[in-house]
Antibody, heavy 117, light 111 residues
Framework: QIHLEQSGAEVRKIGSSVKVSCKAS????????LSWVRQAPGQGLEWMGG????????NYAKKFEDRVTITADASTNTLHMELTSLTSDDTAVYYC????????????WGQGTTVTV | QSALTQPRSVSGSPGQSVTISCTGT?????????VSWYQHHPGKAPRLIIY???VRPSGVPNRFAGSKYGNTASLTISDLQADDDADYYC???????????FGGGTKVTVL
């Protein structure tokens, strides 16, 4: 059974950066399309970007492409998301998720990581 | 402003049915067969309940049904139960440039 375990809550100052991790278990990490989705307080879900570890190249939502970097470490089955130049608007719960394949749907989710700016 | 438009809220009594619409464009909902729906209880991770417009993952009851006509997708929840009280989000593939877009979410209240 596939499981995604995220790193703990973070508190950051405005203008700083944050890196959130997501460790995968229970399957073939390298072939999964993996994404980061966030939810700010009182707001909806927002896709930030994704990567297939075997391919290495990430895709980003236009809103975040200047500030976000998504990487995958196949040696530790860990997905990372770094967000820079933080503002108060980046206060949110950040989720990692696995796509079933071909952007059809996110079927496995991490428990979420709260980032407070 | 979200890329896909959903009603803010819908409500129904136990046993009734509700339908949530999700309106996009020919560049997302209307252009591809990759619409998914998520149930989200506060404080928990979202749960996939429909993918590829109308396919239920294993374990999702058949009370949940998805459909699409043109640029609008819909989720119907039949035989409403107390645990269906949650937020629901639609999501669509939107091509190689935008890739993924979500709706703004709909709060379903079971009266």
């Amino acid at each position: 059974q596939i499981h995604l375990e995220q790193s703990g809550a973070e508190v950051r100052k405005i203008g700083s950066s944050v890196k959130v991790s997501c460790k995968a278990s229970g399957g073939t990490f390298n072939t999964w399309p993996l994404s980061w989705v966030r939810q700010a307080p009182g707001q909806g879900l927002e896709w930030m970007g994704g990567i297939v570890p075997a391919f290495g190249t990430a895709n980003y939502a236009k809103k975040f492409e200047d500030r976000v970097t998504i990487t995958a470490d196949a040696s530790t089955n860990t997905l990372h998301m770094e967000l820079t130049s933080l503002t108060s608007d980046d206060t949110a719960v950040y989720y990692c998720s696995r796509d079933k394949g071909g952007w059809t749907g996110f079927d496995v989710w991490g428990q979420g990581t709260t980032v407070t700016v | 402003q979200s890329a896909l438009t959903q009603p803010r809220s819908v409500s129904g009594s136990p046993g009734q049915s509700v339908t949530i619409s999700c309106t996009g464009t020919s560049s997302d909902v209307g252009g591809y067969g990759y619409v998914s729906w998520y149930q989200h209880h506060p404080g928990k991770a979202p749960r996939l309940i429909i993918y590829d417009v109308n396919v239920r993952p294993s374990g999702v009851p058949n009370r949940f049904a998805g459909s699409k006509y043109g640029n609008t997708a819909s989720l119907t929840i039949s035989d409403l139960q107390a645990d269906d009280d949650a937020d629901y989000y639609c999501c669509s593939y939107a091509g190689r440039s935008t890739i993924v877009v979500f709706g703004g979410g709909t709060k379903v209240t079971v009266l």
